[in-house]
């Protein structure tokens, strides 16, 4: 499998990187105690913090809101999937618990600020590529919505577009039943490759201290 930046994506924001995480042979269950415990705490956390602090002043989210400008994307609209879930913390609107990957998908792009996805391996077909995408672009997002990804970072496979910074499709969900994992973290623009390593790995560590199973990862410009 071939994972690309389209030449669109390079033009319209030449420092976008973003790392992938491949898992193989994981188990997804129910979230452990512990995973659950960390998550509601840290929501409560940033709950209290955001009655300081507006969502607008926090840096991490303001440099994705500006990089969706660059490629053409309202991001009032149509917002990073780090800054929807940060505004439904700020209406005490806590995320639930819905099962271990998607557990530490969203716990850490809660703690890093960052759109992460994480898709079932097994439901792609061929080569990824990460584009802009157009009119004929869409797919039902796990929301149950379907969304047109024209003039967004979408990510397709041979059958399609099944990914994005915004909200992951329906298509490549990853369930209980999955045992083979893919993981888009889309880094900070702004960020060195020495950082993006370390933030690489600490998401990679932990997903398999919880799930088992093997992993490797690279960091894709």
């Not at 976008?16 to 997804?28: D, E, H, L």
């Not at 979230?31 to 913090?49: C, H």
């Not at 399609?160 to 973290?185: H, L």
Request: proline share 5%.
């Amino acid at each position: 499998m071939e994972i690309v930046v389209s030449a669109a994506v390079k033009q319209a924001l030449p420092p976008f990187k973003a790392g992938v995480i491949i898992y193989n042979n994981i188990v997804v269950d129910h979230s452990p105690q512990m995973l659950k415990g960390r998550l509601q705490l840290f929501q409560e956390s940033i709950y209290f913090d955001l009655q300081d602090t507006p969502i607008a002043d926090i840096p991490e989210l303001a440099e994705w809101r500006a990089a969706f400008k660059a490629i053409g994307t309202d991001p009032s609209r149509y917002r990073p999937s780090s800054e929807s879930l940060y505004r439904r913390i700020q209406k005490q609107n806590f995320i639930p618990s819905i099962h271990s990957a998607a557990d530490v998908n969203n716990f850490f792009s809660l703690y890093y600020k960052i759109p992460i996805g994480i898709y079932d391996l097994d439901k792609l077909q061929g080569n990824i590529s990460i584009d802009i995408g157009t009119d004929r672009d869409e797919y039902i997002a796990i929301n149950g919505r379907t969304v047109n990804f024209a003039r967004k970072l979408v990510t397709k496979d041979e059958l399609g577009p099944f990914g994005s910074p915004i909200v992951d499709s329906e298509r490549t969900s990853v369930t209980q039943e999955t045992k083979n994992a893919i993981q888009f973290v889309y880094l900070l623009p702004s960020m060195k490759q020495e950082q993006c390593e370390k933030l690489v790995n600490s998401i990679q560590s932990m997903f398999i201290q919880i799930h088992g199973g093997e992993a490797f990862h690279q960091i894709i410009l």
